[in-house]
Every structure is written in C-alpha cells, then in structure tokens.
C-alpha cells in the first residue's frame, strides 16, 4: 500500500516515547553512574492507513560522543521507508539509524534529531526499547498511548490509486517553464516523469533570488548596514502569496521543490542575498510547506558548465546553505549541482570550444553555459526524479 495514499477515512495518530536511563554512552562514562546518560525521544508525528511518519531526538546525557548508532526493535513489522539526517538501514526487524557527517558528535548535554517514513500493517507500536552505541536507554512510554489505533477503513474491493497532489516549483529560470527564445528549465520537464496524478505548478521565474522571488519590486536597490537590500514592503509577491493560500495553495500531501542560489550570489541589489539571508528565507519557506502538510524538497543550484581542461567542474555558491537547512528543518536536499556537472562529464562536454549553436553542447544549452534547451531541461529533470527515487521521497510514488 502506497505510503502516501490518502484515504478519506485516514487517521492521524501521535504518540511520544520518552526512554531514559542506563548508566553509561560512552566507555569514558562511569558504570556506576547515577545519572541516566541519555534520553530518547520517539515520536509519531503522523499516521495514515498504511503509513507513518516519525522523528526521534537523542539526548546525551554523558561525555561527548564522537560518532554514534541508535538501534531499536520493531515489534509489529513495521519498516523505514525514507530517512533524513541519519542513515537507518534495516534488517529485518532491526533498525539500525547512525550518524551523518554533520552531525556524527553529540558534546556532553547536547542532542540529536533525525526523522523517517515508514510502513506498517497490523499495528504500529513505539519500540520498547533503544540504544545508543550499545548501551540500552530504557524507561517507560510517555502519554498518549504508544500503541496508536487508527480508525478502521473499509478494505476497498481493488488497491485504490495514490491520491492527487499538486507538485510547487519555486526557482529561477533554470527551473522555469520558459525565459524567451528556447530556454527552456527542467521544471517544465518535469510531468513527463510522473504520472497522472501528480499536477505540476511550476511558478520559477528567470532572473530571480530567493528574495526578489519572494518579495519581487518591494526589493530596492539599496543596502543596509548588514550588507542585504533593504525591502519598502513585507508583503509577499503573488505567487508565494497562491502557495500560501488555504483553500487554493499547498495542502497535506503536497510536494514542495526549492531551487535557489545562482542569482543570489549577485554583488548588487536587488538581486543580492547574503549567506544567513538567504538561510533565513530558505527555512521560512520550508516551515510554510511543513505548517500545511506539504513535503518541502530543497534542491541545490543546477551547475552551469565550466571546463577545466576535459573536465566538468563544479561552479555554484549557496550549496552548503541548501544542506545547512535541510539538516536544520529535517528536508531532504537533492544535489542538483553534483549530479548535473557529474553528468557533463559523463555527456563528455569538455573541454569546449565555446560553440552552442553545433553538437552535443549546443544540443543540451541554450546559447550560454546556465540555459537549457528542451532535450537539455529534459535530462536535468531526470536528474531530479532519479534522486527522488534513490532517496526513497514521497513523490516517488508518483513516478512512471
């Protein structure tokens, strides 16, 4: 059963396990110990039939831990479909999550999040138990109850299609629909990749910020003393402002894709964004889709093709940024900018004579190094769709 089919009698269920105890985290830890070295945090964030999302937090309550593993039991078969900020590899009913580069050091006091989708079929219990690096955190379920029961939904006489959603693009026009001439962005492309229940809204324009896209000519032209153009107004532009809408915008189930970063890096107002700006902005518009049940997607800027003699070389700014929110919000992140220049090279782009308008190149741009035409915009698409399947997202479900 589709992890993100809607039903019309679907549940939400949450339950919070909070488990503590075992006197030690780590070997530098005294075994007699009377404080407890951690807590875990298990919470079932949102349930539908079949289906299941979940964020677990882990406290450290010891030394400083320099690399770690939480594993648990699933006791009714339960099984993690798609995880963000951990790895959680599975074994039959064993789950095994541990730590990414970013985050493999929780210090003395400090914690850890990481989140997951998953499956479930008879039941989804909260695990009775964890432990962190080997050492068992046990304790006694946290209220509500850590068994949630769904309301029963009648067993349709066929497997029902997943539910209609509505795939958001916001982005410059390296994701546009079009920007005159043949420049044509991957967002147009996109459809041709998903099935007839995914309607894509693709509202990218060329030539925009993360800013100007969000607040457009309310964004002057002059600085303030921290170095970011100053706004004459906070009212949203009116695409952000359709995303936004109850009735008519994102709503639960949704997919939200963010791709910024190439214009931003501009020296000059409006199109000027600094690096906590444009980390402030990114988050702002991940929490609006979260508030409302979308699924945001940040997508790191598309690379331009730039040869170092036979080689495709990577050019972009703002791709650290991209992953700093994700791992802040728990979104996953798709690195368009590794994956389009690591395709140039497999295309065998360079080195290049500078020629768009003959062979291979002047096939996939459209008369600069940033542009795609349709055939180019096509393959950059199915860079987007072949990380969403090898990242087990939800819009995978939605794929042909």
Known sequence: MNLFRRLAATATASAVAVLSGAPAVVAASSAGAATPACTVTYKITNQWTGGFGADVTVTNLGDTVNGWTLTWTFGAGQSVTQAWNAAVPQTGADVTAGNLDHNRTISAGGSVAFGFNGTWSSGNP?????????????????????????????????????????????????VANGSGGNIVGWGRELSSYLTADATVVNSAVGGRSVQTWLYESAVTSGKNSAGECVLSSTAYAARWQAMLNASTGMKPGDHLFIQFGINDGSATCPRHVGSARYRELLTAMVRAAQQRGAHPVLVTPVAALTCSGSTATPNRGFVSETFAVGTATGTPVIDLHKLSYTLYNSLRFCPFNGDYTSGPVGAFFADDHTHFEAAGARKIAGLVTTAVRDQRLGLAAYLR
Do not use: E
Request: with cysteine.
């Open 126 to 174: 909260i695990p009775a138990s964890f432990a962190l690096n080997g050492t068992t955190c046990t304790g006694t379920a946290g209220t509500p109850s850590p068994t949630p029961t769904p309301t029963p939904t009648p067993a349709p006489t066929a497997t029902p299609a997943p539910g209609r959603i509505t795939v958001w693009l916001a982005g410059d026009s390296t």
